[in-house]
């Protein structure tokens, strides 16, 4: 299972970006999506998570600000970014799992099997 990032870098306070996350190999239908991200020297954290049947949940940081999608027919997911702030800067990831874990927007998802796969992150720096 591979997963190939694209977007990030750097915005203003208030603006916007769009992560995508495209599957390699494998159908990405067949999974749940989640976007995670780190800081140094802390936990890496669920963002959002979208199921195989597009139900979307998100992390209370970020509700009403991110959306997460799926295109299926490309393979690929997306994280959309919108009223950035600069507590959002951090290294954001996509990963895959059969579903969207219970545990998923505390730390013991990651402490535990985790996902499936990994994408390889990308910055995203917020300038204030």
């Known amino acids: 299972l591979e997963l190939v990032q694209s977007g990030g870098g750097l915005v203003q306070s208030g603006g916007s970006l769009r992560l995508s996350c495209i599957a390699s190999?494998?159908?990405?239908?067949?999974?749940?999506i989640g976007w995670f991200r780190q800081t140094p020297g802390k936990e890496r954290v669920g963002v959002s998570c979208i199921t195989t049947n597009g139900d979307a949940g998100y992390a209370d940081s970020v509700k009403g600000r991110f959306t997460i999608s799926r295109d299926d027919a490309k393979n690929t997911a997306y994280l959309q970014m919108n009223n950035v702030k600069p507590e959002d800067t951090a290294v954001y990831f996509c990963?895959?799992?059969?579903?969207?874990?219970?545990?998923?927007?505390?730390?013991?998802?990651?402490?535990?099997?985790?996902?499936?796969?990994w994408g390889q992150g990308a910055q995203v720096t917020v300038s204030s």
């Open positions: 990963a895959v799992d059969s579903i969207c874990a219970r545990t998923f927007y505390s730390g013991a998802y990651i402490r535990g099997p985790g996902p499936a796969a």
């Open positions: 190999g494998f159908a990405l239908r067949q999974y749940a």
